[in-house]
């Protein structure tokens, strides 16, 4: 165990000073949940006259190099690596049974000419693009109905330019929903190590629609104020592992998601079976999320030993009246913050419509949340958890929570606010509201004390 640690510190210089505030119990990983197979045939950028000077557009270059993969199938897959350099390019998309391997020092960064960037239909579960009604733009790099694709190398780095995308939010003249920095979708057995992924146009890694994803060892930064650009979204998919990463962007570090309103509930594919551990970062919005697009559900999401620094909320779970789903089965554990605006937040009324054509009657079902362990200082309110009417939060249960406050604000306000809601709680300070006091608490938070 400590040869594996001190390993883990050498190799990953980028992320070590961070992750060594992380607590580390027993090491429990995803290492193997999916397998990280060798490739028998290795091609460079280079061979398909790509030029890393920052200046040359390498569009052609890449799209040739996975066009050979796609196309000879050379048993075992083939790796392309990309040797240290500027690699401006266009978008492109990724094929089954590859490796894009970033030497040390690389950098494949995307053009800023918006101009030419590929349109592609709205994801059915969204009806719509997340920002604008019609299509969205494609994803810097993109993969569609691809199977055993890893993303890894020497802590190399994807950056998409992404400041010319917030630059035409800002100024309202965006046409289509701006594109993600990696996108799969419809796919299985990934694998995304040891990158670091900055300055996104939008959300950083979004798989939907997928199974067997494994994402670690990742950094991805963006500025404080670039708009929407969460860190992972793991969205309609399964099986999905995200552990010892750092992350500091504009919005969520990690949101679960699962399809919008009316489309997301015709579209019917949960998320489920998340785990998120050892996780690092800050960000003016939250650092674990779930929502607030839920409308497939979400369930059996394990969330733990995260540590939040300059954040505007901890823990996040967020949806609407509108929404339907099911979220269920979420703990969240071993969490340290410093320096937020809120400790803990559940609320049913958080998140826009897409259209008009939302049932303002499908009411979503929380319940069976659990939240524990966690400490912080310079926390300004501990908590707010708000139901719905017609549709309360049942089963959240709080335990072993300490949120502190250095400021004397919070004498001017009670640390938690509640309604329509439902649970237990042990051992929390400052004390919780009446409906989850420790005297009124339900069975279902029995075996959580």
Known sequence: M??????????????????????LPEMITCSGMVPMNYRNDKILITDFGGVGDGRTLNTKAFRE???????????????????????????????????????RGAVIKATQDTGNWPLIAPLPS?????????????SFIHGDGVRDVVITGENGTIDGQGGVWWNMWRRGTLQFTRPSLIEFMNSRDIIISNVIFQNS????????YCSNVVIRFVTILAPSDSPNTDGIDPDSSSHVCIEDSYISTGDDLVAV????????????????????????GSSPFAGIAIGSETSGGVENVLAEHINLFNMGLGIHVKTNSGRGGIIRNITVSHVFIENARKGIKIAGDVGGHPDDGFNPNALPVVEGITINNVWGVKVLQAGLIQGIKNSPFTGICLSNI??????????????WKCSDVSGGSHLVNPGPCSELSSTVQDSSCSTVF
């Open 2 to 23: 400590l040869r594996f640690v001190v390993s883990f510190f050498l190799c990953f210089s980028t992320i070590a000073p961070i992750l060594n505030s992380v607590a």
């Open 257 to 280: 998601k699962s399809g919008w309103d009316e489309y997301g509930i015709a579209y019917g594919r949960p998320s489920s079976d998340i785990t998120i551990r050892r996780v690092t």
């Open 201 to 208: 146009p939008f959300w950083n890694i979004h798989p939907v």
């Open 65 to 103: 190099a996975i066009y050979r993969i796609q196309h000879l199938r050379r048993r075992g897959g083939t790796l392309l690596y990309i040797p240290p350099g500027v690699y401006l390019t266009e978008s492109f998309n990724l094929t089954s049974h590859m490796t894009l391997y970033l030497a």
């Open 402 to 415: 300490n949120l502190h406050s250095s400021t004397p604000t919070r004498s001017t306000s009670p640390p």
């Open 126 to 138: 969204y009806g719509r693009g997340r920002e604008l009604p019609g299509g969205r733009y494609q």
